[in-house]
């Protein structure tokens, strides 16, 4: 009987896999020994016998890849699960980043602030009469409810203030019919800051559309919804102001965002001023 190293030996040299079995049968095959040493039935039974046994060996391999790419699977889908879960949390941050309201990329059109003049009085405005009567009432009933607090003793005396207060008249949304942008002259504060409205006619009068505070405001350059925004600026001190950002809703307008807006920095022990000024997030409420 031939050993298995002389069949290794003669086992052909190949780039293609041989199964077993094959390799077997051409060796078996192949022998022509010098005098019989078996009958063929017995070289028949030796054959299947040899083949049964490769054939084993080549099942149990086949099972074992298959229990290991099984494993293989299984710690893909754990490293991956959580892969795809930080996946899905980037994405929906993405998504967030992306709905934030315009107010996160504000910029302040600083060049264009506006305080309006002694001579820009409603008193003293070209507006038609009966526009005029109707922006006085509109102003009056904002400083009606606080007619103790600002020593207006009288109808008369809330009609005057009311005349007195400054105005500018303003198409904030481009429709042919200007709002009403007015300044307060009661209720003041010693470094400038006042009442501020914006009024919009309607087929009952001037409604307000936005009630606030400050010495100055800035038509900006976007709008929201068809109107154009709008930054109020309250006085802080010579070099710092308080900044208020107001969108159109649909309806009236809308704080958006609080900054705060510096001209000087410090630098050491030296403050140095600005040729623009620096905008920050207000960090707290004003």
Same mark, same amino acid.
């Given at each position: 009987?031939?050993?298995?190293?002389?069949?290794?030996?003669?086992?052909?040299?190949?780039?293609?896999?041989?199964?077993?079995?094959?390799?077997? $049968?051409?060796?078996?095959?192949?022998?022509?020994?010098? #005098?019989?040493?078996?009958?063929?039935?017995?070289?028949?039974?030796?054959?299947?016998? !040899?083949?049964? !046994?490769?054939?084993?060996?080549?099942?149990?391999?086949?099972?074992?890849?298959?229990?290991?790419?099984? /494993?293989?699977?299984?710690?893909?889908?754990?490293?991956?699960?959580?892969?795809?879960?930080?996946?899905? %949390?980037? =994405?929906?941050?993405?998504?967030?980043?992306?709905?934030?309201? &315009? +107010?996160?990329?504000?910029?302040?059109? $600083? *060049?264009?602030?506006?305080?309006?003049?002694?001579?820009?009085?409603?008193?003293?405005?070209?507006?038609?009469?009966?526009?005029? *009567?109707?922006? %006085? &009432?509109?102003? %009056? +009933?904002?400083?009606?409810?606080?007619?103790?607090?600002?020593?207006?003793?009288?109808?008369?005396?809330? /009609?005057?203030?009311?005349?007195?207060?400054?105005?500018?008249?303003?198409?904030?949304?481009?429709?042919?019919?200007?709002?009403?942008?007015?300044?307060?002259?009661?209720?003041?504060?010693?470094?400038?800051?006042?009442? !501020? $409205?914006?009024? /919009?006619?309607? /087929?009952?009068?001037?409604?307000?559309?936005?009630?606030?505070?400050?010495?100055?405001?800035?038509?900006?350059?976007?709008?929201? @919804?068809?109107?154009?925004?709008?930054?109020? =600026?309250?006085?802080? =001190?010579?070099?710092?102001?308080?900044?208020?950002?107001? #969108? !159109?809703?649909?309806?009236?307008?809308?704080?958006?965002?609080?900054? @705060? %807006?510096?001209?000087?920095?410090?630098?050491?022990?030296?403050?140095?001023?600005?040729?623009?000024?620096?905008?920050?997030?207000?960090?707290? &409420? #004003?």
């Amino acid at each position: 009987m031939v050993s298995l190293s002389v069949l290794r030996s003669q086992q052909p040299q190949s780039d293609k896999p041989i199964s077993h079995v094959t390799v077997l $049968w051409g060796k078996l095959s192949a022998i022509k020994p010098s #005098r019989p040493f078996m009958t063929p039935n017995k070289r028949i039974f030796l054959i299947l016998g !040899f083949g049964a !046994f490769f054939v084993t060996l080549e099942l149990l391999g086949f099972r074992s890849l298959n229990q290991g790419m099984d /494993r293989l699977a299984n710690g893909l889908e754990s490293v991956l699960r959580p892969v795809g879960a930080a996946a899905e %949390a980037a =994405s929906a941050l993405s998504k967030l980043v992306r709905s934030l309201p &315009a +107010s996160q990329g504000f910029q302040w059109n $600083w *060049h264009d602030w506006e305080e309006l003049s002694a001579d820009q009085t409603l008193r003293k405005s070209n507006v038609p009469k009966q526009d005029k *009567h109707l922006i %006085a &009432a509109a102003i %009056a +009933s904002q400083l009606r409810p606080n007619m103790s607090e600002l020593e207006i003793e009288s109808e008369d005396q809330l /009609r005057k203030s009311a005349l007195d207060t400054r105005i500018k008249l303003i198409d904030l949304n481009h429709d042919g019919v200007p709002e009403v942008v007015a300044q307060g002259v009661v209720n003041c504060s010693p470094t400038g800051n006042c009442p !501020f $409205w914006i009024f /919009r006619r309607t /087929r009952r009068g001037y409604k307000s559309l936005v009630e606030e505070y400050g010495q100055t405001f800035t038509i900006q350059k976007t709008s929201t @919804n068809g109107f154009r925004d709008i930054v109020v =600026s309250m006085h802080g =001190s010579a070099t710092e102001s308080g900044l208020t950002d107001y #969108r !159109f809703d649909g309806d009236v307008y809308r704080e958006t965002g609080c900054y @705060n %807006a510096s001209w000087t920095v410090l630098e050491g022990e030296n403050l140095r001023e600005l040729k623009e000024p620096r905008i920050a997030p207000c960090t707290t &409420a #004003r």
